[in-house]
Nanobody, 114 residues
Framework: QVQLVESGGGLVQAGGSLRLSCVGS????????MGWSRQAPGKEREFVAA????????SYADSVKGRFTISRDNAKNTVYLQMNSLKPEDAAVYYC???????WGQGTQVTVSS
């Protein structure tokens, strides 16, 4: 079992930046592909970004390409999502997941004011 805890969300003005963190516990996350998804009110959860075991492969939703960067530090059992040039439409609860969605965190709220 892997427990995931996200942090780093908050309120930011449009154009600003936030860095989300996801810390794993229970077992190492180094053997898992990791990802971030988000869910805005009234919308379905959507894919944001994913990263392979050692970070060599990354993928992004078209809506965040060039603005968001996913990374990981396996020594710290942590995955990050650096979010730059935030837009109001990026506002959502952001969830970390492991192993293709087998494990999920509780989410962290990101609010972007225009």
């Amino acid at each position: 079992q892997v427990q995931l805890v996200e942090s780093g969300g908050g309120l930011v003005q449009a154009g600003g930046s936030l860095r989300l963190s996801c810390v794993g516990s229970g077992r190492t996350i180094s053997g898992y592909n990791m990802g971030w998804s988000r869910q805005a009110p009234g919308k379905e959860r959507e894919f944001v970004a994913a990263i392979s075991w050692y970070g060599e492969n990354k993928s992004y939703a078209d809506s965040v390409k060039g603005r968001f960067t996913i990374s990981r530090d396996n020594a710290k059992n942590t995955v990050y999502l650096q979010m730059n040039s935030l837009k109001p439409e990026d506002a959502a609860v952001y969830y970390c997941n492991a192993a293709g969605g087998t494990y999920w965190g509780q989410g962290t709220q990101v609010t972007v004011s225009s």
